[in-house]
């Protein structure tokens, strides 16, 4: 880099100070590439400048600090008067080389006795107002910081800007550390488009350095995931990004991405006009660690054991583990690190950390230091001592505190996860050391739902641990729900062996354990059958008694989310009544959702996802929420409900199929709502049940394909309901079975399906189950109306359409939708009506039951027909005409007429001849 400003100024002379000229000599050139992005970082340094005498750009090596500085020069030779003054430090040793290159710029002479300090105070003071730029001060910070405390006091209208990977020290100096360019998510591969990648800088300076690597270089749908690896693992840092785009001349975007790993070696070979040290992505991270004292070194190699962070504490830890370094030293010496902007700190959260680059580098270092295995050793052992303290079962006053107590352990666990799997990937499976960190990450990858993660960290030291270590059997007993739901068949030996290591060793809080989660195990398959309740009510009851207040939690809100599932709302939640926390207020929200209180139950799933947003509350507990959500914005016809859970952006595929059916069920509901019907059906179809809650699926699969017209597979799917009310009662599923067995047999046997309607209605009033209490007098309403009983079907229908409008209950499927319509056309003006709008729900149901006994005729056949319809058909086998037989019955022959078109629809024939063959045959029977 040259020392003025700006290749646009060619052929100009800039006055400087007194206004004598400076020649084009002193005047850097432009860069021969242009500037990506960064126009708000220009902003705010415009800003900041306008306001502040000495502001010094910090940042790691590569991250764009000279860059800066020169468009801000640029800037300032065009605002103000006196110019800009670039003074390159890159080549300077000390405080002589520093003033010389400031005099040189200058051109200043020196007066006969008068030091060069004092000739440029003299030579700026007094002058336009100029901005000084000293570019790469770090390694002469002593000697910068002595020019700049003489030119801010002596040169008032002088304005200094440095570059520096740490601050200079001086008074009323203002840092600003240079933020990495913007990179694009890796979490949420559909947004790894050429177009999503190509919004963000760090892939724009890829793509425009690697344009010059390779002419007609280009993102594109296939090559942007790679792209977007590789500026976030390069930490968005431009140096290291345009080393990397010029390996495009020779490797394709993926393969430079997969070689990262040993990107030192990778991201060589840089332009040979750049200083050395920046020809190279390692001499750039070297030449920062060349600045460091003994001290510092030691510790910033040792750092890079950390994985996404640490806290001071944890470096302490780890650092004065060796006993080679005070541990108020290594706090110290982790403060001048960040202020050389080799670590970086995050107020908010009262965490440190390095950019990938640079641990990459650091971790190079312990290897070639010799010191990679004791301090990984270090590292584990910390991350076993501080999960045994942050996860540890203190005592606690009830079961709600101690659930607080675990929800809490989420919130701290979550940035020192990674140090954790890090840990595990390091120590021996199925040592000691290993099992501690498994058992201390229990309760976390349970709340998590990290079924994955148990299973590759966790499970193989299960395996291959020692049984009779006390570790073993903790780690057994931490990892036993979380892989039982998973339905992992290599984790059932495990139990076993545990159950009989704590039966040898009198443990019965390990048993208790085990037992509840084997009991509610088979709750969330089966469902809650009698004997399984019965067990685990006499193991919550010793639970509370005793204190242990897992198995309580456990055998509280387990069956109590299962007899909810089933449609039995009240008893599901007494057994949470004690409970607090968004499971409990979830399950009693889906309890009142079916009773029909179904504001209440938007109220109760609103409250807990507050929690939940505010991390109080486990993943299972976003699983309910799906559930509850799903149920009030079917029932109130209303998508809104759903927007909240961002269906979208839902990814849990670590999630048994069970689990993930609640999202399934939502999307269909969605679906649904969106008139969508086919897609719907699609959605409820493509999970097979498993779990006892995911039968809810198949309850509005029948319900869907009834109203797509399918009634073979809307009565296959509605069949299906026996399955998990086998041994069970599930009133919710039966209920809901009897109803669409019933509206499909309502054309061919109006009995049959009103016999079948009866009993479910019977089934869902009995365990309060308004909303399929409504569909059910709905359906015999209508089929009440098409019989011709106009006023029972009024009174049915006024008062489910009075406990709609009160439970605000506004969906009907499409078929039910059109037969209700019907029957209220056909019911329009009956004086029944005004009775049944004054019916209670529990009074319609009772009124409905009283009808029970009297028959109806089918829609269709013989039996269809009336006492006088079946005359007139007589007649006509006679051979009677119309006007015949209006005289022998006394009635018009309009009226006959009338008789004979209903006949024929009923018995499907087309002419008299038809229906006379047919009354002879009939008799003849």
């Known amino acids: 880099m040259h ?213 007609g270089f280009t993102i594109t749908d296939d090559n942007a995931p790679a ?64 600045l460091l004292d003994t001290t510092e070194q030691l510790v910033f190699r040792r750092l890079g054991v950390f994985v996404a962070g640490f806290t001071a504490e944890a470096a302490e830890a780890v650092i004065g583990s060796f006993g080679d370094v005070d541990r108020y030293d290594i706090t110290e010496a982790v403060g001048r690190l960040v202020d050389k902007s080799l670590v970086q700190f995050d107020d908010s959260r009262d965490r440190y950390s390095l950019l990938d680059t640079i641990r990459a580098y650091a971790m190079q270092r312990l290897l070639e230091t010799g010191e990679m295995a004791a301090t990984r050793d270090a590292h584990a052992e910390w991350c076993a001592q501080w999960l045994a303290a942050a996860t540890s079962e203190n005592a606690t006053p009830d079961v709600n505190s101690w659930w607080a107590s675990r929800l809490a352990i989420v919130a701290k666990v979550d940035p020192e996860w990674p140090n954790a799997a890090s840990a595990l990937d390091w120590v021996e499976v ?12 229990g309760d976390y990858w349970t709340l998590r739902q990290r079924a994955t993660d148990s299973a590759r960290h966790g499970m193989p030291s299960l395996l291959a641990g020692d049984r009779q270590r006390p570790e073993w059997l903790l780690a057994v007993l931490k990892l036993m729900l979380l892989r039982t739901n998973a339905g992992d068949a290599a984790f059932w030996p495990l139990r076993q062996e545990a159950q009989a290591l704590a039966e040898e060793r009198d443990d019965t809080v390990a048993l208790m354990r085990l037992a509840t989660v084997a009991q509610v195990s088979m709750l969330m398959f089966v469902g809650p059958r009698a004997d399984l309740l ?28 299962m007899v909810v599932a089933a449609g039995r709302p009240d008893e599901g939640e007494a057994l949470v009544a004690s409970l607090t926390g968004a499971r409990a207020i979830l399950i009693r929200s889906v309890a009142a959702q079916l009773r029909g209180e179904i504001a209440l139950s938007l109220q109760l799933a609103a409250d807990a996802q507050g929690l939940l947003d505010a991390r109080l509350g486990a993943v299972l507990d976003r699983v309910l929420t799906a559930f509850s959500l799903a149920g009030v914005a079917l029932a109130l016809d209303d998508r809104s409900p759903l927007a909240s859970l961002r269906l979208a952006d839902i990814s849990l595929e670590s999630l048994p199929a069970g689990y993930l059916s609640a999202y399934t069920m939502a999307r269909g509901v969605d679906e649904l709502l969106a008139g969508r019907l086919t897609h719907a059906r699609d959605a409820f179809a493509e999970r097979e049940p498993d779990l006892f809650t995911s039968w809810r699926l198949v309850c509005l699969l029948a319900e869907t394909e009834l109203a797509l017209g399918d009634e073979v597979a809307a009565r296959a799917a509605a069949m299906r309901m026996s399955v998990p009310s086998a041994d069970v009662s599930a009133p919710l599923y039966e209920a809901t079975a009897g109803l669409v067995l019933a509206e499909c047999d309502w054309a061919t046997d109006v009995n049959g399906a009103l016999d079948d309607a009866h009993r479910a209605l019977a089934t869902a009033a009995e365990f309060g189950l308004a909303q399929v209490v409504v569909d059910l007098l709905e359906l015999i309403g209508s089929m009440l109306a098409d019989n011709g009983r106009s006023k029972d079907a009024s009174r049915l229908l006024a008062a489910a359409d009075s406990a709609r409008s009160a439970m605000s209950y506004r ?40 009808m029970r006994g009297e028959r109806v005729r089918p829609q269709a056949g013989w039996d269809s027909l009336t006492p006088t319809e079946l005359q007139v058909a007589e007649q006509v086998a006679a051979g009677l005409t119309n006007p015949q037989i209006a005289e022998r019955l006394l009635m018009s022959r309009a009226t006959v007429k009338t008789h004979l078109v209903h006949v024929y629809a009923k018995l499907g024939f087309g002419n008299r001849a038809e229906l006379a063959a047919a009354v002879v045959r009939r008799a003849a029977r």
């Open 534 to 561: 019965d067990e685990l009510a006499r193991v919550r009851q010793h639970a509370f008694k005793c204190g242990e207040w897992l198995t309580a939690w456990n055998a509280s809100q387990s069956p109590a989310v």
């Open 811 to 850: 969906y009907r499927f499409a078929h039910r939708a059109a037969y209700v319509a019907a029957a209220r056309a056909a019911v329009h003006g009956d004086d029944g009506w005004a009775e049944g709008a004054a019916l209670s729900l529990a009074a319609a149901v009772d009124l409905a039951q009283r």
């Open 430 to 441: 199925g040592s000691p050391l290993a099992l501690r960190l498994v058992a201390g990450l």
């Open 227 to 290: 792209v977007a690896q590789i500026c976030v693992r390069l930490d968005g840092l431009p140096l290291a990004i345009e080393l990397a785009a010029a390996r495009v001349r020779n490797m394709p975007p993926d393969r430079i991405a997969a070689q990262l790993d040993d990107r030192f070696r990778l991201l060589a070979g840089g332009p040979r006009t750049l200083m050395e040290r920046q020809q190279t992505l390692q001499a750039s991270v070297a030449w920062s660690e060349g």
């Open 3 to 215: 020392r003025m400003v700006s290749n646009a100024l060619l052929g100009r002379r800039l006055p400087i100070g007194d206004g004598k000229p400076v020649s084009y000599r002193h005047v850097p050139p432009a860069p021969l590439t242009p500037l990506i992005g960064r126009a708000p970082e220009l902003a705010e340094l415009s800003l900041l400048l306008a306001g502040e005498r000495v502001v010094t750009l910090t940042g790691s090596g590569g991250c764009g600090k000279t860059r800066l500085a020169y468009e801000l020069a640029v800037d300032a030779v065009e605002q103000m008067a006196g110019g800009a003054v670039w003074a390159e430090l890159a080549s300077c040793s000390g405080s002589e080389d520093v003033l010389a290159a400031v005099v040189d710029v200058l051109e200043v002479t020196e007066s006969p006795g008068e030091a060069g300090l004092d000739s440029v105070a003299r030579m700026l003071a007094g002058r336009a107002p100029t901005l000084l730029v000293l570019d790469n001060a770090e390694h002469v910070l002593d000697a910068a910081a002595q020019l700049v405390a003489v030119v801010v006091e002596r040169a008032p209208d002088v304005k200094v800007l440095c570059t520096s990977r740490e601050p200079i020290g001086v008074h009323g100096e203002v840092v600003w550390r240079v933020p990495s360019l913007s990179t694009p998510s890796l979490h949420d591969t559909s947004l790894l488009t050429a177009a999503a990648v190509g919004q963000f800088d760090a892939a724009r300076l890829f793509l425009e350095r690697a344009r010059r690597a390779r002419r």
